[in-house]
């Protein structure tokens, strides 16, 4: 049970540091040529959903990575 819940907490922590760096990457975009009211609310929805349409991607790609990684031992025994 410590594995699991050890792996729980690794992916926790790796889907809030995609999350963050999808962010701040995020930044260097020019979103106001985008929106008519770049400042609104519905413009800042818009821009947390794309971040976290990016960043759910990357860290499940991410983690499954460690995962098949962790599972290449199992190979030779």
Not at 38 to 59: F, G, M, N
């Given at each position: 049970m410590t594995t699991i819940g050890v792996q729980a907490l690794l992916n926790i922590f790796v889907n809030l540091l995609v999350l963050v760096l999808t962010w701040?990457?995020?930044?260097?975009?020019?979103?106001?040529?985008?929106?008519?009211?770049?400042?609104?609310?519905?413009?800042?929805?818009?821009?947390?959903?794309?971040?976290?349409?990016?960043?759910?991607?990357?860290?499940?790609?991410?983690?499954d990575y460690m995962n098949w990684s962790l599972m290449l031992p199992h190979i030779y025994g």
């Open positions: 701040w990457a995020l930044q260097s975009l020019k979103f106001d040529l985008l929106f008519r009211h770049p400042k609104s609310l519905q413009a800042r929805i818009c821009y947390i959903l794309l971040a976290l349409a990016i960043s759910h991607p990357v860290a499940q790609f991410l983690i």
